[in-house]
T-cell receptor
């Protein structure tokens, strides 16, 4: 099956700083890479995703970059705000299945 | 966007009782729904994949007689935790698949989760 590693496990930044979370995966055939944001006591919400035919996708303060050769993709949040504080998960469908394997999650804390 | 609801949002029950959790796709039909459980500060653990009209596929280590899944329609799947015990206390989350016809990929949309506490 797919092996997904997510780093860091916790990330503490000051408001206005940028935050970067990275995930690596093992199945070179994987071609869809979503990122989810989970606030305390709630279900995960899809915030951005990228397909394998592009290297970068941006949506306002959020961007995702993909390096298929190195098999890693990263979530970039610029101008962080306290409301960005949450747990972020990457996910990768792979290993011959469309069912995603989730990373362990990154707890992002944005200090005002 | 696609919306998935869960009911109840939280439940407290006595040990030995059974608890049913409903998962509904509100504005789309989901051929496949998934059930996850999540312990504090941990990632989502897939329990089973549920397809409408057929038996659920359980992940290794998940007891099918303990966690009964019924996918009665394209918009409803239920998870019943039978004879619940304190170790079953967890956050249960469902998700539903929707095919993105534009890109031909399946996107997952998650419910808000159900907090189960077994006393």
């Amino acid at each position: 099956g797919e092996n997904v590693e997510q780093h860091p496990s916790t990330l503490s930044v000051q408001e206005g700083d940028s935050a970067v979370i990275k995930c690596t995966y093992s199945d070179s055939a994987s071609n869809y890479f979503p990122w989810y944001k989970q606030e305390l006591g709630k279900g995960p919400q899809l915030i951005i995703d990228i397909r394998s035919n592009v290297g970068e996708k941006k949506d306002q303060r959020i961007a995702v970059t993909l390096n298929k050769t190195a098999k890693h993709f990263s979530l970039h949040i610029t101008e962080t705000q306290p409301e960005d504080s949450a747990v972020y998960f990457c996910a990768v469908p792979g290993g011959g299945s469309y069912i995603p394997t989730f990373g362990r999650g990154t707890s992002l804390i944005v200090h005002p | 966007g696609a919306v998935v609801s869960q009911h109840p949002s939280w439940v407290i029950c006595k040990s030995g009782t059974s608890v049913k959790i409903e998962c509904r796709s509100l504005d789309f039909q989901a051929t496949t729904m998934f059930w996850y459980r999540q312990f504090p500060k941990q990632s989502l653990m897939l329990m089973a994949t549920s397809n409408e009209g057929s038996k659920a596929t359980y992940e290794q280590g998940v007891e099918k007689d303990k966690f009964l899944i019924n996918h009665a329609s394209l918009t409803l799947s239920t998870l019943t935790v039978t004879s619940a015990h304190p170790e079953d206390s967890s956050f249960y989350i469902c998700s539903a698949d929707q095919l993105n016809s534009g890109s031909n990929y399946n996107e997952q949309f998650f419910g808000p989760g159900t907090r189960l506490t077994v006393l």
